[in-house]
């Protein structure tokens, strides 16, 4: 299973800076809305806010059928926080919140 971390920031550059000192690498992605890391295998990406829907940093994976874990997970009691969207060709994520209000994400076709 493939986790991510997403971290909604105010400005790209400043935490792309910031980022690439604490975690010791360049970005391996370096967009006008997303910077991404990868530290060992985990991807911790930078995102405007407002992008995810969500105030706090973001755990993301990645699952084979988007639509209907979303689905399921919501008349389990989650909550949309951002509604699938598509990212980059054949990727769409979403934001749900789990009971308790954390956001977590899903990334799939």
Same mark, same amino acid.
């Given at each position: 299973m493939a986790l991510s971390t997403v971290i909604p920031v105010h400005d790209l550059n400043v935490a792309k800076a910031m980022y690439a000192k604490v975690l010791g690498v360049a970005p391996h992605t370096d967009t006008a809305y997303y910077v991404g890391f990868n530290i060992d295998g985990?991807?911790?990406? #930078?995102?405007?806010?407002?992008?995810?829907?969500?105030?706090?940093?973001? #755990?993301?994976?990645?699952v084979a059928k988007l639509d209907e874990l979303r689905k399921g997970l919501l008349a389990e009691g989650a909550k949309e926080v951002s509604a699938p969207r598509q990212v980059a060709p054949g990727v769409r994520v979403c934001v749900l919140a789990d009971p308790d209000g954390n956001p977590f994400g899903l990334r799939g076709a």
């Open positions: 985990h991807e911790i990406g #930078l995102a405007l806010r407002g992008q995810t829907g969500a105030d706090a940093p973001v #755990l993301c994976v990645d």
